[in-house]
């Protein structure tokens, strides 16, 4: 089965402070691996999509990181903003099969002045 | 939210009753689908279609219906049969398969 752990469930922060949030899966065979940020009751946004071959993408004060070897990723966040509370979920397609996606749970991440 | 527009943002339901939500998209994108999010759950996969006229089930499509005849537009019935439709809806849509998704921002449904 085609799973997405993300580590940690929740986490907090202080404002200006680095984090790092971490996502394996077991997706196979891959094609692409996505993050996106949740705003509460809101739809997710797309912060990087990643392939294969890629192994870092950036977005502004955000860096996802991915080793498709190990089948892992990491999403760091510099300098974090009190707007960087969110919800952050990791997404991986199949390839052969992209409309399915498997997504984790995410990780929730709260900014403190 | 990316061109995606979902209504109601919320929505009471009594059961017994059959309630239908509304997306439409304007990014003339040929995909669309349906998930559904619960608490520290991720989402789940209900329907997609990839053209007009076609849809297929997803993971959890029992007790949902969809229809798509026009590109623009993918309602999404939730019908008496669904045990637990209380839940957080996302309607998302795509270029293509592998391109990244655009979610809409989302119906809130509760079963009162």
């Known amino acids: 089965k085609n799973q997405v752990e993300q580590s940690p469930q929740s986490l907090i922060i202080l404002e200006g402070k680095n984090c790092t949030l971490q996502c394996n899966y077991t997706v196979s065979p891959f094609s692409n691996l996505r993050w996106y940020k949740q705003d509460t009751g809101r739809g997710p946004v797309s912060l990087t999509i990643m392939t294969f071959s890629e192994n870092t993408k950036s977005n502004g004060r955000y860096t996802a990181t991915l080793d498709a070897d190990t089948k892992q990723s990491s999403l760091h966040i510099t300098a974090s903003q009190l707007s960087d509370s969110a919800s952050y979920i990791c997404?991986?397609?199949?390839?052969?099969?992209?409309?399915?996606?498997?997504f984790g749970a995410g990780t929730t991440v709260t900014v403190r002045a | 939210d990316g061109g995606i527009t979902q209504s109601p943002k919320y929505l009471f339901r009594k059961e017994g009753q059959n309630v239908t939500l509304s997306c439409e998209q304007n990014?003339?994108?040929?995909?669309m689908y349906w998930y559904r999010q619960d608490p520290g759950q991720g989402l789940r996969l209900i329907y997609y279609s990839q053209i007009v006229n076609d849809f297929q089930k997803g993971d959890i499509a029992e007790g949902y219906s969809v229809s798509r005849e026009k590109k623009e537009s993918f309602p999404l019935t939730v019908t008496s049969a669904q045990k637990n439709p209380t839940a957080f809806y996302l309607c998302?849509?795509?270029?293509?398969?592998?391109?990244?998704?655009?979610f809409g921002p989302g119906t809130r449904l509760t079963v009162l």
């Open positions: 990014l003339n994108h040929d995909a």
């Open positions: 998302a849509s795509s270029q293509g398969v592998g391109t990244g998704d655009f």
């Open positions: 997404v991986v397609s199949q390839r052969s099969n992209d409309y399915k996606l498997s």
